[in-house]
């Protein structure tokens, strides 16, 4: 059964770094594309990133592509965001999600192309 959770948020001040993972506890990832959204206080949720992760292609929001970087950890079996130079407008709560098919680049910015999603992390940019 496939379970998505997100874990690694937190308060952290301007300018600092931040990692989160995302895990699928029914199993390893074998296939798909893994996604990470953010929805921050009174605005829709957006997409971040994307790993495909069966050719390890990556994709990102023009906003967060100089500053984040999502990648795989083979040792956790998890899909990761790094981000860095953090600023309060990153504040949001994280979500993960997974397609159970690896997406083309047209879709993997889109909510509904997503088959599972985990319940989100609140990371908060504050000093």
């Known amino acids: 059964q496939v379970q998505v959770a997100e874990s690694g948020g937190g308060l952290v001040q301007p300018g600092a770094s931040l990692r989160l993972s995302c895990l699928n506890s029914?199993?390893?990832?074998?296939?798909?594309?893994i996604g990470w959204f953010r929805q921050a206080p009174g605005k829709e949720r957006t997409f971040v990133a994307a790993?495909?992760?069966?050719?390890?292609?990556?994709h990102y929001s023009n906003s967060v592509k100089d500053r984040f970087t999502i990648t795989r950890d083979n040792a956790k079996k998890t899909v990761d965001l790094l981000m860095n130079s953090l600023k309060p407008e990153d504040t949001a709560v994280y979500y993960c999600?997974?397609?159970?098919?690896?997406?083309?680049?047209?879709?993997?910015?889109?909510?509904?192309?997503?088959?599972?999603w985990g319940q989100g992390t609140q990371v908060t940019v504050s000093s």
């Open positions: 999600a997974l397609s159970r098919s690896r997406l083309i680049t047209s879709s993997v910015g889109r909510e509904e192309s997503y088959d599972y």
């Open positions: 790993f495909d992760w069966s050719n390890n292609r990556k």
């Open positions: 029914g199993g390893a990832f074998s296939s798909g594309t």
